[in-house]
């Protein structure tokens, strides 16, 4: 029988007495989250230095050093595997923004489907919980056509009572930014929330086209998550197009997805909420 969520919260605090921190941890194994005092380069441009790396071992799969590479400064992701590069420090009441455009080609059964990517915020516990790949998190969702959808990228067989957010929805389920007219929306341990922009005729085909704010395929577009307290914010490209509230967990490692798709990622930074 799997302990239950409480028993790892004290298990994992028994320093301070459970129920004493503010930081409570899911695994024991989390680093301590911590909130930036200044701007931040997450990555230098050179190397994955302050990352890990995570390829799933399937037969199309390359090794992590040949997924994960750098090209002109920014950090490449071939593509050629599911997997994920992770920051070794967790992080919270954070801002974060990076640039990101698509590139080069697909593999294995993304092959003729919309290139597909992920920013993961407020992830917990090992690689490889949700589907052998990613940890379990909340997903910035990055994919052509419509970017910045919320996913619960969560494990509801395993991890039942992990993993929970809220969102004012439409009656289609698309974020609703005049709380007044808007139905909430709880999501526990799965689920998603579309994005402003999205009218609901996305389809997952190569000839998807991009919807603005998103740039045209192979533009760099600007992507900011600014997450305080447990409530976060997707701005894509200056426009505000989803937020979500009492966020569970409320910090964690950030992971940048591999998902058969090639990706590039440049100035990655983090600094204090404003």
Request: some cysteine; overall charge negative.
């Amino acid at each position: 029988m799997k302990a239950s969520l409480f028993s790892i919260i004290c298990a994992s605090t028994l320093l301070v007495g459970c129920g004493q921190t503010a930081d409570p941890k899911y695994f024991p194994d989390d680093p301590d989250p911590i909130a930036p005092a200044g701007k931040i380069a997450l990555f230098n441009g050179q190397n994955y230095d302050g990352w890990d790396l995570w390829v799933r071992p399937d037969s199309f799969a390359k090794p992590a050093n040949e997924l994960f590479t750098v090209v002109d400064g920014a950090m490449h992701i071939t593509g050629q595997g599911y997997g994920g590069c992770s920051t070794k420090q967790a992080y919270k009441d954070y801002h974060l923004t990076m640039q990101f455009r698509f590139v080069g080609e697909a593999f294995a059964d993304r092959v003729g489907k919309t290139a597909d990517s992920g920013l993961l915020f407020h992830c917990v516990g090992p690689e490889g919980l949700y589907g052998g790949i990613w940890h379990l998190s909340f997903e910035c969702n990055i994919i052509q056509g419509r970017c910045c959808d919320l996913i619960v990228v969560g494990n509801p067989k395993e991890y039942p009572t992990m993993l929970h957010a809220k969102a004012n929805v439409d009656a289609n389920g698309r974020w609703e930014p005049d709380a007044s007219k808007a139905q909430v929306r709880a999501l526990e341990a799965s689920g998603r929330v579309d994005n402003l922009m999205y009218d609901g005729t996305w389809k997952d085909l190569e000839s998807q086209p991009t919807v603005a704010p998103e740039k045209p395929y192979g533009e760099w577009n600007t992507l900011e998550l600014v997450c305080k307290g447990n409530t976060a914010e997707y701005i894509l490209n200056g426009t505000t197009v989803l937020q979500l509230f009492d966020l569970d967990p409320a910090a964690g490692r950030i992971q940048l997805q591999s998902e058969c798709h090639a990706i590039e990622y440049r100035d990655i930074t983090i600094e204090p909420v404003r």
